[in-house]
Each structure stands twice: as C-alpha cells, then as structure tokens.
C-alpha cells in the first residue's frame, strides 16, 4: 500500500475491531519474525506487522528515504491511511530505532498505548561488542552470501535456530535491493547519535506505559546499560522500587504529561528493570529453543502491560 510516496508491504491477523498491536522487525528480519506470535495475539487483538521500508517487500529503491527517521514518518502515513489511530507497539532491534523516530514525531506518544521495547540499549551507551555499524553501512557488507541467517547463527547468538527459520531469514532478506537500501539504513547514525536524540525526544514523550525486555546472556546488550532501581527513582519518581506504580496524575519530571510509568510489576525491582533472570523467565527453555525465542517472551509481557496499563489508567 502506498503511503506518502513509498509503497509497504504488511500482514495482518485478527479482527480490524479489535484493539491493534503494530509489530516493527529489527535487522535483518522483516514482518515474518513476528508470524507465530501474530497467530497467537489475533484472538484478541488486530495485529499488523510490517515490512520496514527498505527490507523485505516494502519500498526500497534509491529514491526511497530508508533511514529511521524517513521509514518512521512514512510509517505514521501508513497507519493513517489505514485508519489506525491508537495503537500497541512491539519493537524489536533496529525496529526500536524506527518506533523512536515514530515516538518523536508530534502527537504520535499520545496515540501509542503500550509499548513493548526490545533488545536495544536505553539510556546508557551500548557496550562492548558492538555491531560494526559502519561496515554494516557498505553494500559489500549487506551482499554477503546468507547474511541473514548467518547473523543468526553466529557465536554472538545464545539460541539454537532450525536449518528452516535461517533458510527463511535468508529467503526474506533476498529480496532485490535489500543490501543497497539495508546499507543506507546504516549511514548517518550510530549508537552514540541515537542515544543522544532518544535522550532529548523520545523518553521524555514516554507517557505510555513502558516495558523494556532485554536477554540475560546478549553479549552486546548487558544489564547495566539499563536503567537501576536507583536511577529511575532519582530520576523519575513512578516506581516506588517495589513494582508499585505511582497515580498517573504525578507529574513527569521530564515536563509535561503524567511520569512514563515503565516497567511494571516485578520489573520494578532493586537492580534491575525488565531483565529477567533465567529462573524469572516468563517463557520455557524449550520455547527460548524454538524459532521464535523473543517474540514469544514479547507476547507474555505485551500482554501483561497492556491490561496492566489500561487498569492503571481507569484508576
């Protein structure tokens, strides 16, 4: 579907009546990452996952504006078009970089619901190893022969993936144009930049309720890039360190709207937020083996905050 200028590929399940869950994909994956846990939201909820411009089926020619701030902005025409207006949002990876620009832009926090934000740094500088942005920036990079599913399988994984899900990953990624537009996604950022501006735009429009979910065992992400306990009671005072959201009517020391009353129930708790232990894991081992480990765990957590948003809010 066109949506000022680009052409998005999407899938939906569910009932358009229901409340919508918008599911944005990280690097290197496309809508499909979210298909199994899409069938297991539908009952309940109209889900839409979409392909990120420059990936997949989506628009991603040399005239397209393929970086996080373009692809966001289209996205907002996208769902206007289509007649969304409030939303749940999942990201995940690079996605999380695509729904901070969508957070950015004016009106767009008070149109998002919840928000399940996953695997991606948050207000501290990303750690050691990180992704080699700038080789990740060339095409020579992207052009690399099952690039996808090699990501996937690499010794930077903690998970075990079937022969199946890679051969998918790297149908997905196969698509004409996708190492040129991917390259172009790269150019022009770096973590350091997108910590600053999330710094500046996005965390103060964080008005919704806000979970982040993070893997215990990531070797990139670790747990002090992450907010402390400590940290977010100093710096925003919607946590009572006990998992007891303050009223929404608190006012956010950020300026303006009620404090982002982030991270829930058990992940207010001393030391960390939203990074489970492995005997804390809202998911089994055998599903954290299965194709889809993360999308899994988003769906537990989604729709925990989601009820417990919207209690929170009634009351």
Known sequence: ???DGPVWHFVTAGDPADEVVLMVHGYPDTWWA??????????EYYVIAVDVLGYGQSDKGPEIDVSYAGAAGSLVALLDKIGVKAFNLISHDRGTIVSENLLAIDDMSNRVSAYVRMQQSFDK???LPRPPHAAMASVEFQS???LAGTAYSSNYGSVHFPERFLQRLNWEFGFPGTPEAAAR???GTSFDIELAFRMENVIPKMTMPVLLVQGTDDPGQKAEEYMTSAESAARCPCCLGRGEPLPARRRSPHGGGPCPRAFHQRQCQPTRHGLLAPGELPVSREELRSPMPYVFMALRVLVTVIFVAHAAARN
Not at 34 to 43: G, P, T
């Open 1 to 3: 579907m066109e949506a």
């Open 34 to 43: 979210n298909a199994e846990v899409m069938a297991l939201l539908s009952d």
């Open 125 to 127: 500088p990303h750690g």
């Open 144 to 146: 690399q022969e099952n």
């Open 185 to 187: 996604t790269f150019q």
